[in-house]
């Protein structure tokens, strides 16, 4: 990466890259921490294509905030976000926060978080949870963003934790 990338919304027509950065973050953060073939089902061409055509719709109905970064015409890395499904206690969730290796440790990922956190702020959210696989690494990404750990499931052999940030405006820099 030869500059810091560009952070929009995203539109239907981002959604083959997204969907590539998808199965590749997969495919770098999971290996070793999901079994083998569970992880080479989901990061498939079959897999690729149906996220491309899951983000179409998702992005087209205009429900959730999704946002990319961009470098050079290419999409590094992707959020989304939107109404809390399943975290009592939080309004909203952040759904997904991918990047491929290139654009990581730039800030890039930081940045898609703070954008992310404050077009749900404007949508009147003012907490916000995810769910993060307890072995993978990037928990401690969000810690270091100022989230907390405040619940888990368990889905099978995986344990899942979950973040959160009961005061939304610490992420955008109006604390309440």
């Known amino acids: 990466m030869t500059r810091t990338p560009l952070i929009r919304a995203a539109t239907p027509a981002d959604a083959p890259g997204?969907?590539?950065v998808h199965?590749?973050?997969?495919?770098?953060?999971?290996?070793?921490?999901?079994?083998?073939g569970f992880l080479a089902r989901m990061t498939s061409p079959e897999t690729q294509a149906q996220r491309e055509g899951f983000w179409q719709g998702n992005i087209g109905a205009g429900q959730d905030v999704v946002l990319v970064a961009e470098d050079a015409g290419e999409i590094v890395a992707f959020a989304s976000a939107g109404a809390a499904r399943d975290h009592p206690g939080f309004d909203a969730e952040l759904f997904t926060l991918y990047s491929l290796k290139a654009a990581q440790g730039a800030g890039t990922g930081r940045e898609l978080l703070r954008r992310a956190a404050q077009a749900l702020h404007a949508r009147g959210a003012g907490s916000l949870a995810l769910w993060v696989l307890d072995t993978n690494p990037t928990r401690h990404w969000y810690a270091r963003q100022g989230a907390h750990e405040c619940g888990e499931k368990q889905d099978g052999a995986?344990?899942?934790?979950?973040?959160?940030?009961s005061d939304l405006g610490v992420l955008v820099g109006t604390p309440t």
């Open 18 to 20: 997204i969907a590539a």
């Open 23 to 36: 199965v590749q973050s997969w495919r770098d953060t999971y290996a070793g921490l999901l079994p083998d």
């Open 158 to 165: 995986l344990r899942e934790l979950r973040m959160g940030w």
